[in-house]
């Protein structure tokens, strides 16, 4: 992998553990990127690669059963059913060529562009992370601070702003 700042980290249930910058994520194939996230969210900006695309690369192990998706600036973590997420979610981490801005949720953002296709009710609209800086692969689920009520959602996205 490049001697770039690291974006994201993949770690946990797999065969190698990954620090990925930038480049290691352009860098990878066409056939493994989404140029555009607003046909799936059209209120959302911005180009990235599939998350099977990188769990490839981290080679999962086989009894992996949950993805917790860290995000560190503002102390959010989330487990997802892997299984569900897998072949669906995107990693977005460039707007026009550079670097995602924190105003469009980056430097990473995990999108999951319809999680009704996803078929499990552990997904919700928390499960599209702002600010991503951790993907830990793992057997069981992982911590969740998902808020748990209304006035705690909306002062979470008041927090982020």
Known sequence: M???PTL???????????????????????????DD???FHP??????VTLE??????????????????????DFHVPVPLQAVRAEAVIVFHLNGVPLDPK???PIRFIIPNPAACHTDELDDCANVK?????EVT???GRDTRPTTDAEHAALHEKQG
Do not use: C, W
């Open 2 to 4: 490049s001697d770039q």
């Open 8 to 34: 994201l980290i993949v770690d946990g249930a797999v065969a190698k553990p990954l620090r990925l910058s930038f480049d290691d994520l352009a860098g990878l194939p066409a056939a493994d990127r989404v």
């Open 37 to 39: 996230i607003s046909r």
């Open 43 to 48: 209120n959302r900006q911005g180009s990235g």
């Open 53 to 74: 695309a990188v769990l490839r690369l981290a080679e999962v192990s086989p009894e992996a059963r949950y993805i917790t998706l860290h995000a560190d600036r503002d």
């Open 104 to 106: 469009h949720g980056g």
């Open 131 to 135: 600010y991503l800086s951790r993907m």
């Open 139 to 141: 057997t069981g689920r």
